[in-house]
């Protein structure tokens, strides 16, 4: 089944303790990237990534860090997580053969609590 | 800058009720459309897209219509079921390599029988 998986799907931690949440998809997408979500504001971009190697910043990138060192993997990082990173966090993958207007598959999401 | 605006939930309807949900975007260039639907504990599914002024996007009874004069592209569905509770999501994306979708705030639809 082609899909994008997440892990944990919920997480309770403290100021300052590192975390990394995983994000993997099977269907050999080039384009991957993180989203969070926030009641009133919608979804917005955090990083993306077109292929292995190459990332690139969205919206709303500060106090997280990204990799990209296979295809199928896009772990997100939060070095020292903030009470202002507490969010429900979503990875979404696309083919870059459908072009900008190809339909992103989403994760099911990432619950974030930070203390 | 490019924003997507939609109508504040959230919409509360009977079963086999019309639907409308209003979104009206900002954006340089030529945008793709696209409602997105978000199922309770799911992640985001594409529902519909279009891609250039004048395309209907439709699936499963819902249809929307990109109208560049008016900027628009609403959400319609000629008679809702319990199912179709969820909160539903505009977005665009500019026809740009890497580009993001850009999204609304999203409007819960929550549908009574």
């Known amino acids: 089944e082609a899909q994008v998986t997440q892990n944990p799907r919920y997480l309770i931690t403290v100021t300052g303790k590192k975390l990394t949440v995983t994000c993997s998809q099977n269907?050999?997408?080039?384009?991957m990237s993180w989203y969070r979500q926030d009641p009133g504001l919608g979804l917005r971009q955090i990083y993306y990534s077109m292929n292995v190697e190459v990332t690139d910043k969205g919206d709303v990138p500060e106090g997280y860090k990204v990799s990209r060192k296979e295809k199928r993997n896009f772990p997100l990082i939060l070095e020292s997580p903030s009470p202002n990173q507490t969010s429900l966090y979503f990875c979404a993958s696309r083919s870059l053969g459908g072009g900008p207007s190809g339909e992103q598959f989403f994760g099911p999401g990432t619950r974030l609590t930070v203390l | 800058g490019n924003s997507v605006t939609q109508m504040e939930g959230p919409v509360t309807l009977s079963e086999e009720a019309f639907l409308t949900i209003n979104c009206t975007y900002t954006?340089?260039?030529?945008?793709?459309l696209f409602w997105y639907v978000q199922y309770p504990g799911e992640g985001l599914q594409l529902l519909l897209k279009?891609?250039?002024?004048?395309d209907k996007g439709s699936n499963k009874g819902f249809e929307a219509t990109y109208r560049k004069e008016t900027t628009s592209f609403h959400l319609e569905k000629g008679s809702v079921q319990v199912s179709d509770s969820a909160v539903y999501f505009c977005?665009?994306?500019?026809?740009?390599?890497?580009?993001?979708?850009?999204f609304g705030k999203g409007t819960t639809l929550s549908v009574s029988s």
């Open positions: 977005a665009l994306t500019l026809n740009q390599a890497g580009t993001a979708l850009i």
């Open positions: 954006a340089t260039g030529y945008p793709s």
């Open positions: 269907m050999n997408h080039e384009y």
């Open positions: 279009a891609t250039k002024a004048d």
